[in-house]
């Protein structure tokens, strides 16, 4: 077989990484010293309660009496490990101080920009443009695009990818050299890919093989595996992200704006530290009623951020743009400069969603309503996150859209990059778990399709508008599940928008109510609320219009989501909707 070159675009960067070193104490050795607080035990003993392995308990008791927090007394029983003062001091933290030290290092780095992935320094075999290989028919390129989806490249990701053993990257020297643009090389010859890492994702090394296999007019396969199509690769790129057991209590689901009002002002008031606000829109009259509430945080050694994402379409200015300079300039009046900045710049996201840190741990706020901009009497509806580890994934992905162009690290995006993963790995709260998973962007449209393929009884939605783009994503869907199974679905809008006027958003609705999907508009309450769900315990909460806005793989975080899969969750969310709304 001939051997094929394909190349594809990647970041090359460099910078300055505060590193910390040393190694971390793990949970099975706070979970052992926990154990012997509450009485002295032998390895035998505990390898035997906690089913693991006698070698594994006694490596991790002498970490612990290195450290000085556990001991061995002897006894008429034999030897036992028993807890010491120091140790007994510390046991009940949330996390076990490690015995590190931190310095700066200057580490490079690669981003492919195909998928996304990270590589260290001199992983990849690396190119200028003019210096990349010509295609012969003895010699044969091909060159895979960029993806839009992976224009911005993920801190994390980078942080991750040249960490060393016992090394967390705790913050980087901004620095002021852009990535700079290359192109990787690799050789496919045989099924195989030469000059790839061992690590490099699936995903990449389907593309790969794919495009190298189009040259020779042959289908792609990989070494060990059965032939991997078109079809495949389009499929692994539409999996939805997993779900995992998040902590949840039928109280975190807020409904309606008198409700949204009180929970932002409690998240704001319990924070201890850190406020960080993101609203799609910021307007003087909102934000002239929130910043007492800031102020005062900001009195107790809070640091608030507060972010936007109003873009530029329709309109020749930013509206937001003019109110959050106001409001920086109200905050700078009252000699908080420092402790609470409201940024400049737009992320262009219509995403809603509001973190603070407590005494009791993190939470966040995702949902519909616009924090700094909503008069609060609209139906809304919102989920109160308390899961860390998807907590620090939303403050990881905010971070991305703090960062500006490719390759700009501003300290802001820096902050929130290394802040979310010190969030992801925090204890999950004790208490009932559901499986939930974040959603993002192009999830959406993917989430309406296992709607449709998994709903047995019903599905329903409710958007504040309802647009061209309802047909495509949501309806017809849908109607495809209303035929075949003869499920009961219902869609509930507030307005209409864009091109689809009155008129013909009444047509819409006469034309699916014949086929059996009613598209109802609702006059009161006013909604805002972005929700979907199918059966009684599948529902998806979201800044996402489900019947207006067309969801785009070119900005992966526009719009922010959670599914939460819960005994009743969707059953109750839709009997206390339709308690309240008039048709």
């Not at 016992?166 to 990535?179: A, F, N, Q, T, Y």
């Not at 692994?236 to 929970?263: C, F, M, N, Q, T």
């Not at 034309?511 to 805002?528: D, N, Q, S």
Request: with cysteine; hydrophobic share 45%; proline share 4%.
């Amino acid at each position: 077989m001939t051997a094929v070159q394909v190349t594809f675009p990647v970041l090359k960067g460099s910078r300055r990484f505060i590193i910390e070193r040393g190694r971390r104490w793990s949970v099975i050795e706070h979970l052992l010293l926990d154990a012997v607080s509450r009485g002295a035990a032998s390895a035998a003993d505990l390898a035997e309660r906690s089913k693991l392995p006698r070698r594994v308990v006694v490596e991790a008791f002498i970490r612990l009496m290195r450290a000085g927090w556990v001991e061995i007394a002897a006894t008429s029983k034999g030897s036992l490990f028993q807890i010491t003062a120091s140790g007994a001091a510390r046991v009940h933290h949330d996390q076990l101080p490690s015995a590190t030290v931190t310095e700066p290092r200057w580490r490079s780095f690669t981003v492919e920009q195909v998928t996304g992935s990270v590589y260290r320094g001199r992983e990849l075999e690396l190119c200028h443009k003019n210096q990349l290989p010509s295609h012969t028919d003895d010699n044969p390129v091909v060159h895979l695009d960029a993806s839009p989806a992976h224009e911005l490249e993920d801190m994390g990701e980078v942080f991750t990818a040249i960490e060393g053993e016992d090394e967390l990257i705790v913050g980087v020297d901004r620095g002021s050299e852009k990535l700079a643009e290359r192109y990787a090389v690799v050789t496919v010859r045989e099924g195989v890919i030469e000059g790839l890492p061992a690590r490099a994702p699936t995903l990449l090394r389907h593309a790969i093989l794919n495009a190298a296999s189009g040259v020779l007019g042959q289908r792609p396969a990989i070494a060990g595996e059965k032939d991997v199509s078109i079809v495949a690769i389009k499929d692994a790129v539409e999996e939805l992200p997993k779900s995992i057991a998040a902590a949840y209590d039928s109280s975190d689901i807020i409904v309606d704006g008198d409700e949204h009002w009180r929970s932002f002002e409690r998240i704001i008031v319990a924070a201890s530290e850190r406020v960080i606000i993101h609203s799609t829109f910021i307007s003087d009259e909102r934000a002239a009623a929130v910043l007492p509430l800031l102020l005062r945080a900001a009195e107790r050694g809070v640091r608030v951020d507060v972010l936007w994402g109003q873009d530029d379409l329709g309109s020749s200015t930013r509206s937001s743009q003019v109110a959050a300079a106001k409001m920086q300039a109200a905050v700078d009046e009252a000699g908080r400069t420092g402790s609470i900045t409201v940024h400049p710049f737009s992320t262009n996201s219509h995403a809603k969603v509001v973190f603070a840190d407590s005494s009791k741990g993190w939470n966040a706020i995702v949902g519909s309503c616009n924090w700094l901009a909503s008069d609060y009497t609209s139906f809304e509806t919102s989920l109160r996150l308390r899961e860390p580890f998807l907590i620090g994934q939303l403050i990881r992905k905010l971070a991305g859209l703090a960062q500006g162009r490719p390759g700009v690290w501003n300290d802001l995006a820096i902050e929130l990059a290394v802040l979310g993963r010190r969030v992801m790995n925090m204890p999950s709260p004790r208490g009932r778990t559901v499986p939930m998973r974040l959603l993002y962007g192009a999830d959406h449209a993917k989430f309406v399709l296992e709607a449709r393929d998994s709903a047995t009884r019903r599905i329903f939605a409710l958007s504040h508008r309802i647009g061209i783009a309802a047909e495509s994503l949501a309806l017809l869907p849908t109607l495809a599940a209303v035929k075949e199974r003869g499920i009961d679905a219902s869609f509930f809008y507030g307005r209409t928008t864009g091109p689809l006027s009155g008129a013909a958003g009444a047509d819409l609705i006469r034309t699916f109510a014949k086929a059996g999907l009613e598209v109802k508009p609702i006059h009161r309450p006013r909604i805002h609320a972005k929700v979907m769900g199918w059966d009684d315990d599948n529902l998806a909460i979201s800044s996402f219009n489900w019947l207006s806005a067309d969801p785009s793989e070119v900005a992966p975080f526009r719009e922010i989501g959670v599914l939460v899969k819960a005994p009743k969750i969707a059953d109750n969310f839709l009997r206390r909707f339709e308690a309240t709304a008039v048709v």
